[in-house]
T-cell receptor, first 110, second 115 residues
């Protein structure tokens, strides 16, 4: 059974204070690891898909990296508008079912 | 491009009733997945539809059923509602040729409250 654990559960940062969110996973044959951003009461917004260890992707102040056991979402010089819940999900070979973590709630104070 | 749309936005039902939620996928997408998201939890996969058939199902009882129409839009039906069915119901679409979930786009969700 695929498992995803995200840490920390909640993170408070000052504007400009860089940090990283962690997603640890256990799957039998990783077919993809996904990062989403979710604002309160809204649907998740797709950010990145990573497929293999060593892969990195960037978008504005966000950078996602992948190893064989975990992924990191690095946030550089965050702004208050980066405040949201960040979700990680994995998909294993042969399945169309992604398994989501519980998310990290990020609050960036001005 | 309107993206993924869902209706209604909010819904209040009582225990034992039945509910139908609707989803229109992003233009060019032929695969629709449904998720249930309880407060403080990640989305839980209910099922996925492709070419008007249920392609895979998560761990949900038969009270949860669905349908996909020829225009790729989809419905989620829940019978005999329980208090525990209160949640945000999310629809996501993707191009079927990519394996179904490689690039998923979510709708805004339907907030269902069961009293």
């Amino acid at each position: 059974e695929d498992q995803v654990t995200q840490s920390p559960e909640a993170l408070r940062l000052q504007e400009g204070e860089s940090s990283s969110l962690n997603c640890s996973y256990t799957v039998s044959g990783l077919r993809g690891l996904f990062w989403y951003r979710q604002d309160p009461g809204k649907g998740p917004e797709f950010l990145f898909t990573l497929y293999s260890a060593g892969e990195e992707k960037e978008k504005e102040r966000l950078k996602a990296t992948l190893t064989k056991k975990e992924s990191f979402l690095h946030i550089t010089a965050p702004k208050p508008e980066d405040s949201a819940t960040y979700l990680c999900a994995v998909r294993s070979g042969g399945s169309y079912i992604p398994t989501f973590g519980r998310g990290t709630s990020l609050i960036v104070h001005p | 491009d309107a993206g993924v749309t869902q209706s209604p936005t909010h819904l209040i039902k009582t225990r034992g009733q039945q509910v139908t939620l609707r989803c229109s996928p992003k233009s060019g997408h032929d695969t629709v997945s449904w998720y249930q998201q309880a407060l403080g939890q990640g989305p839980q996969f209910i099922f996925q539809y492709y070419e008007e058939e249920e392609r895979q199902r998560g761990n949900f009882p038969d009270r949860f059923s669905g349908h996909q129409f020829p225009n790729y839009s989809s419905e989620l039906n829940v019978n005999a509602l329980l208090l525990g069915d209160s949640a945000l119901y999310l629809c996501a679409s993707s191009p079927g040729t990519a394996g179904g979930t490689d690039t998923q786009y979510f709708g805004p969700g339907t907030r269902l409250t069961v009293l």
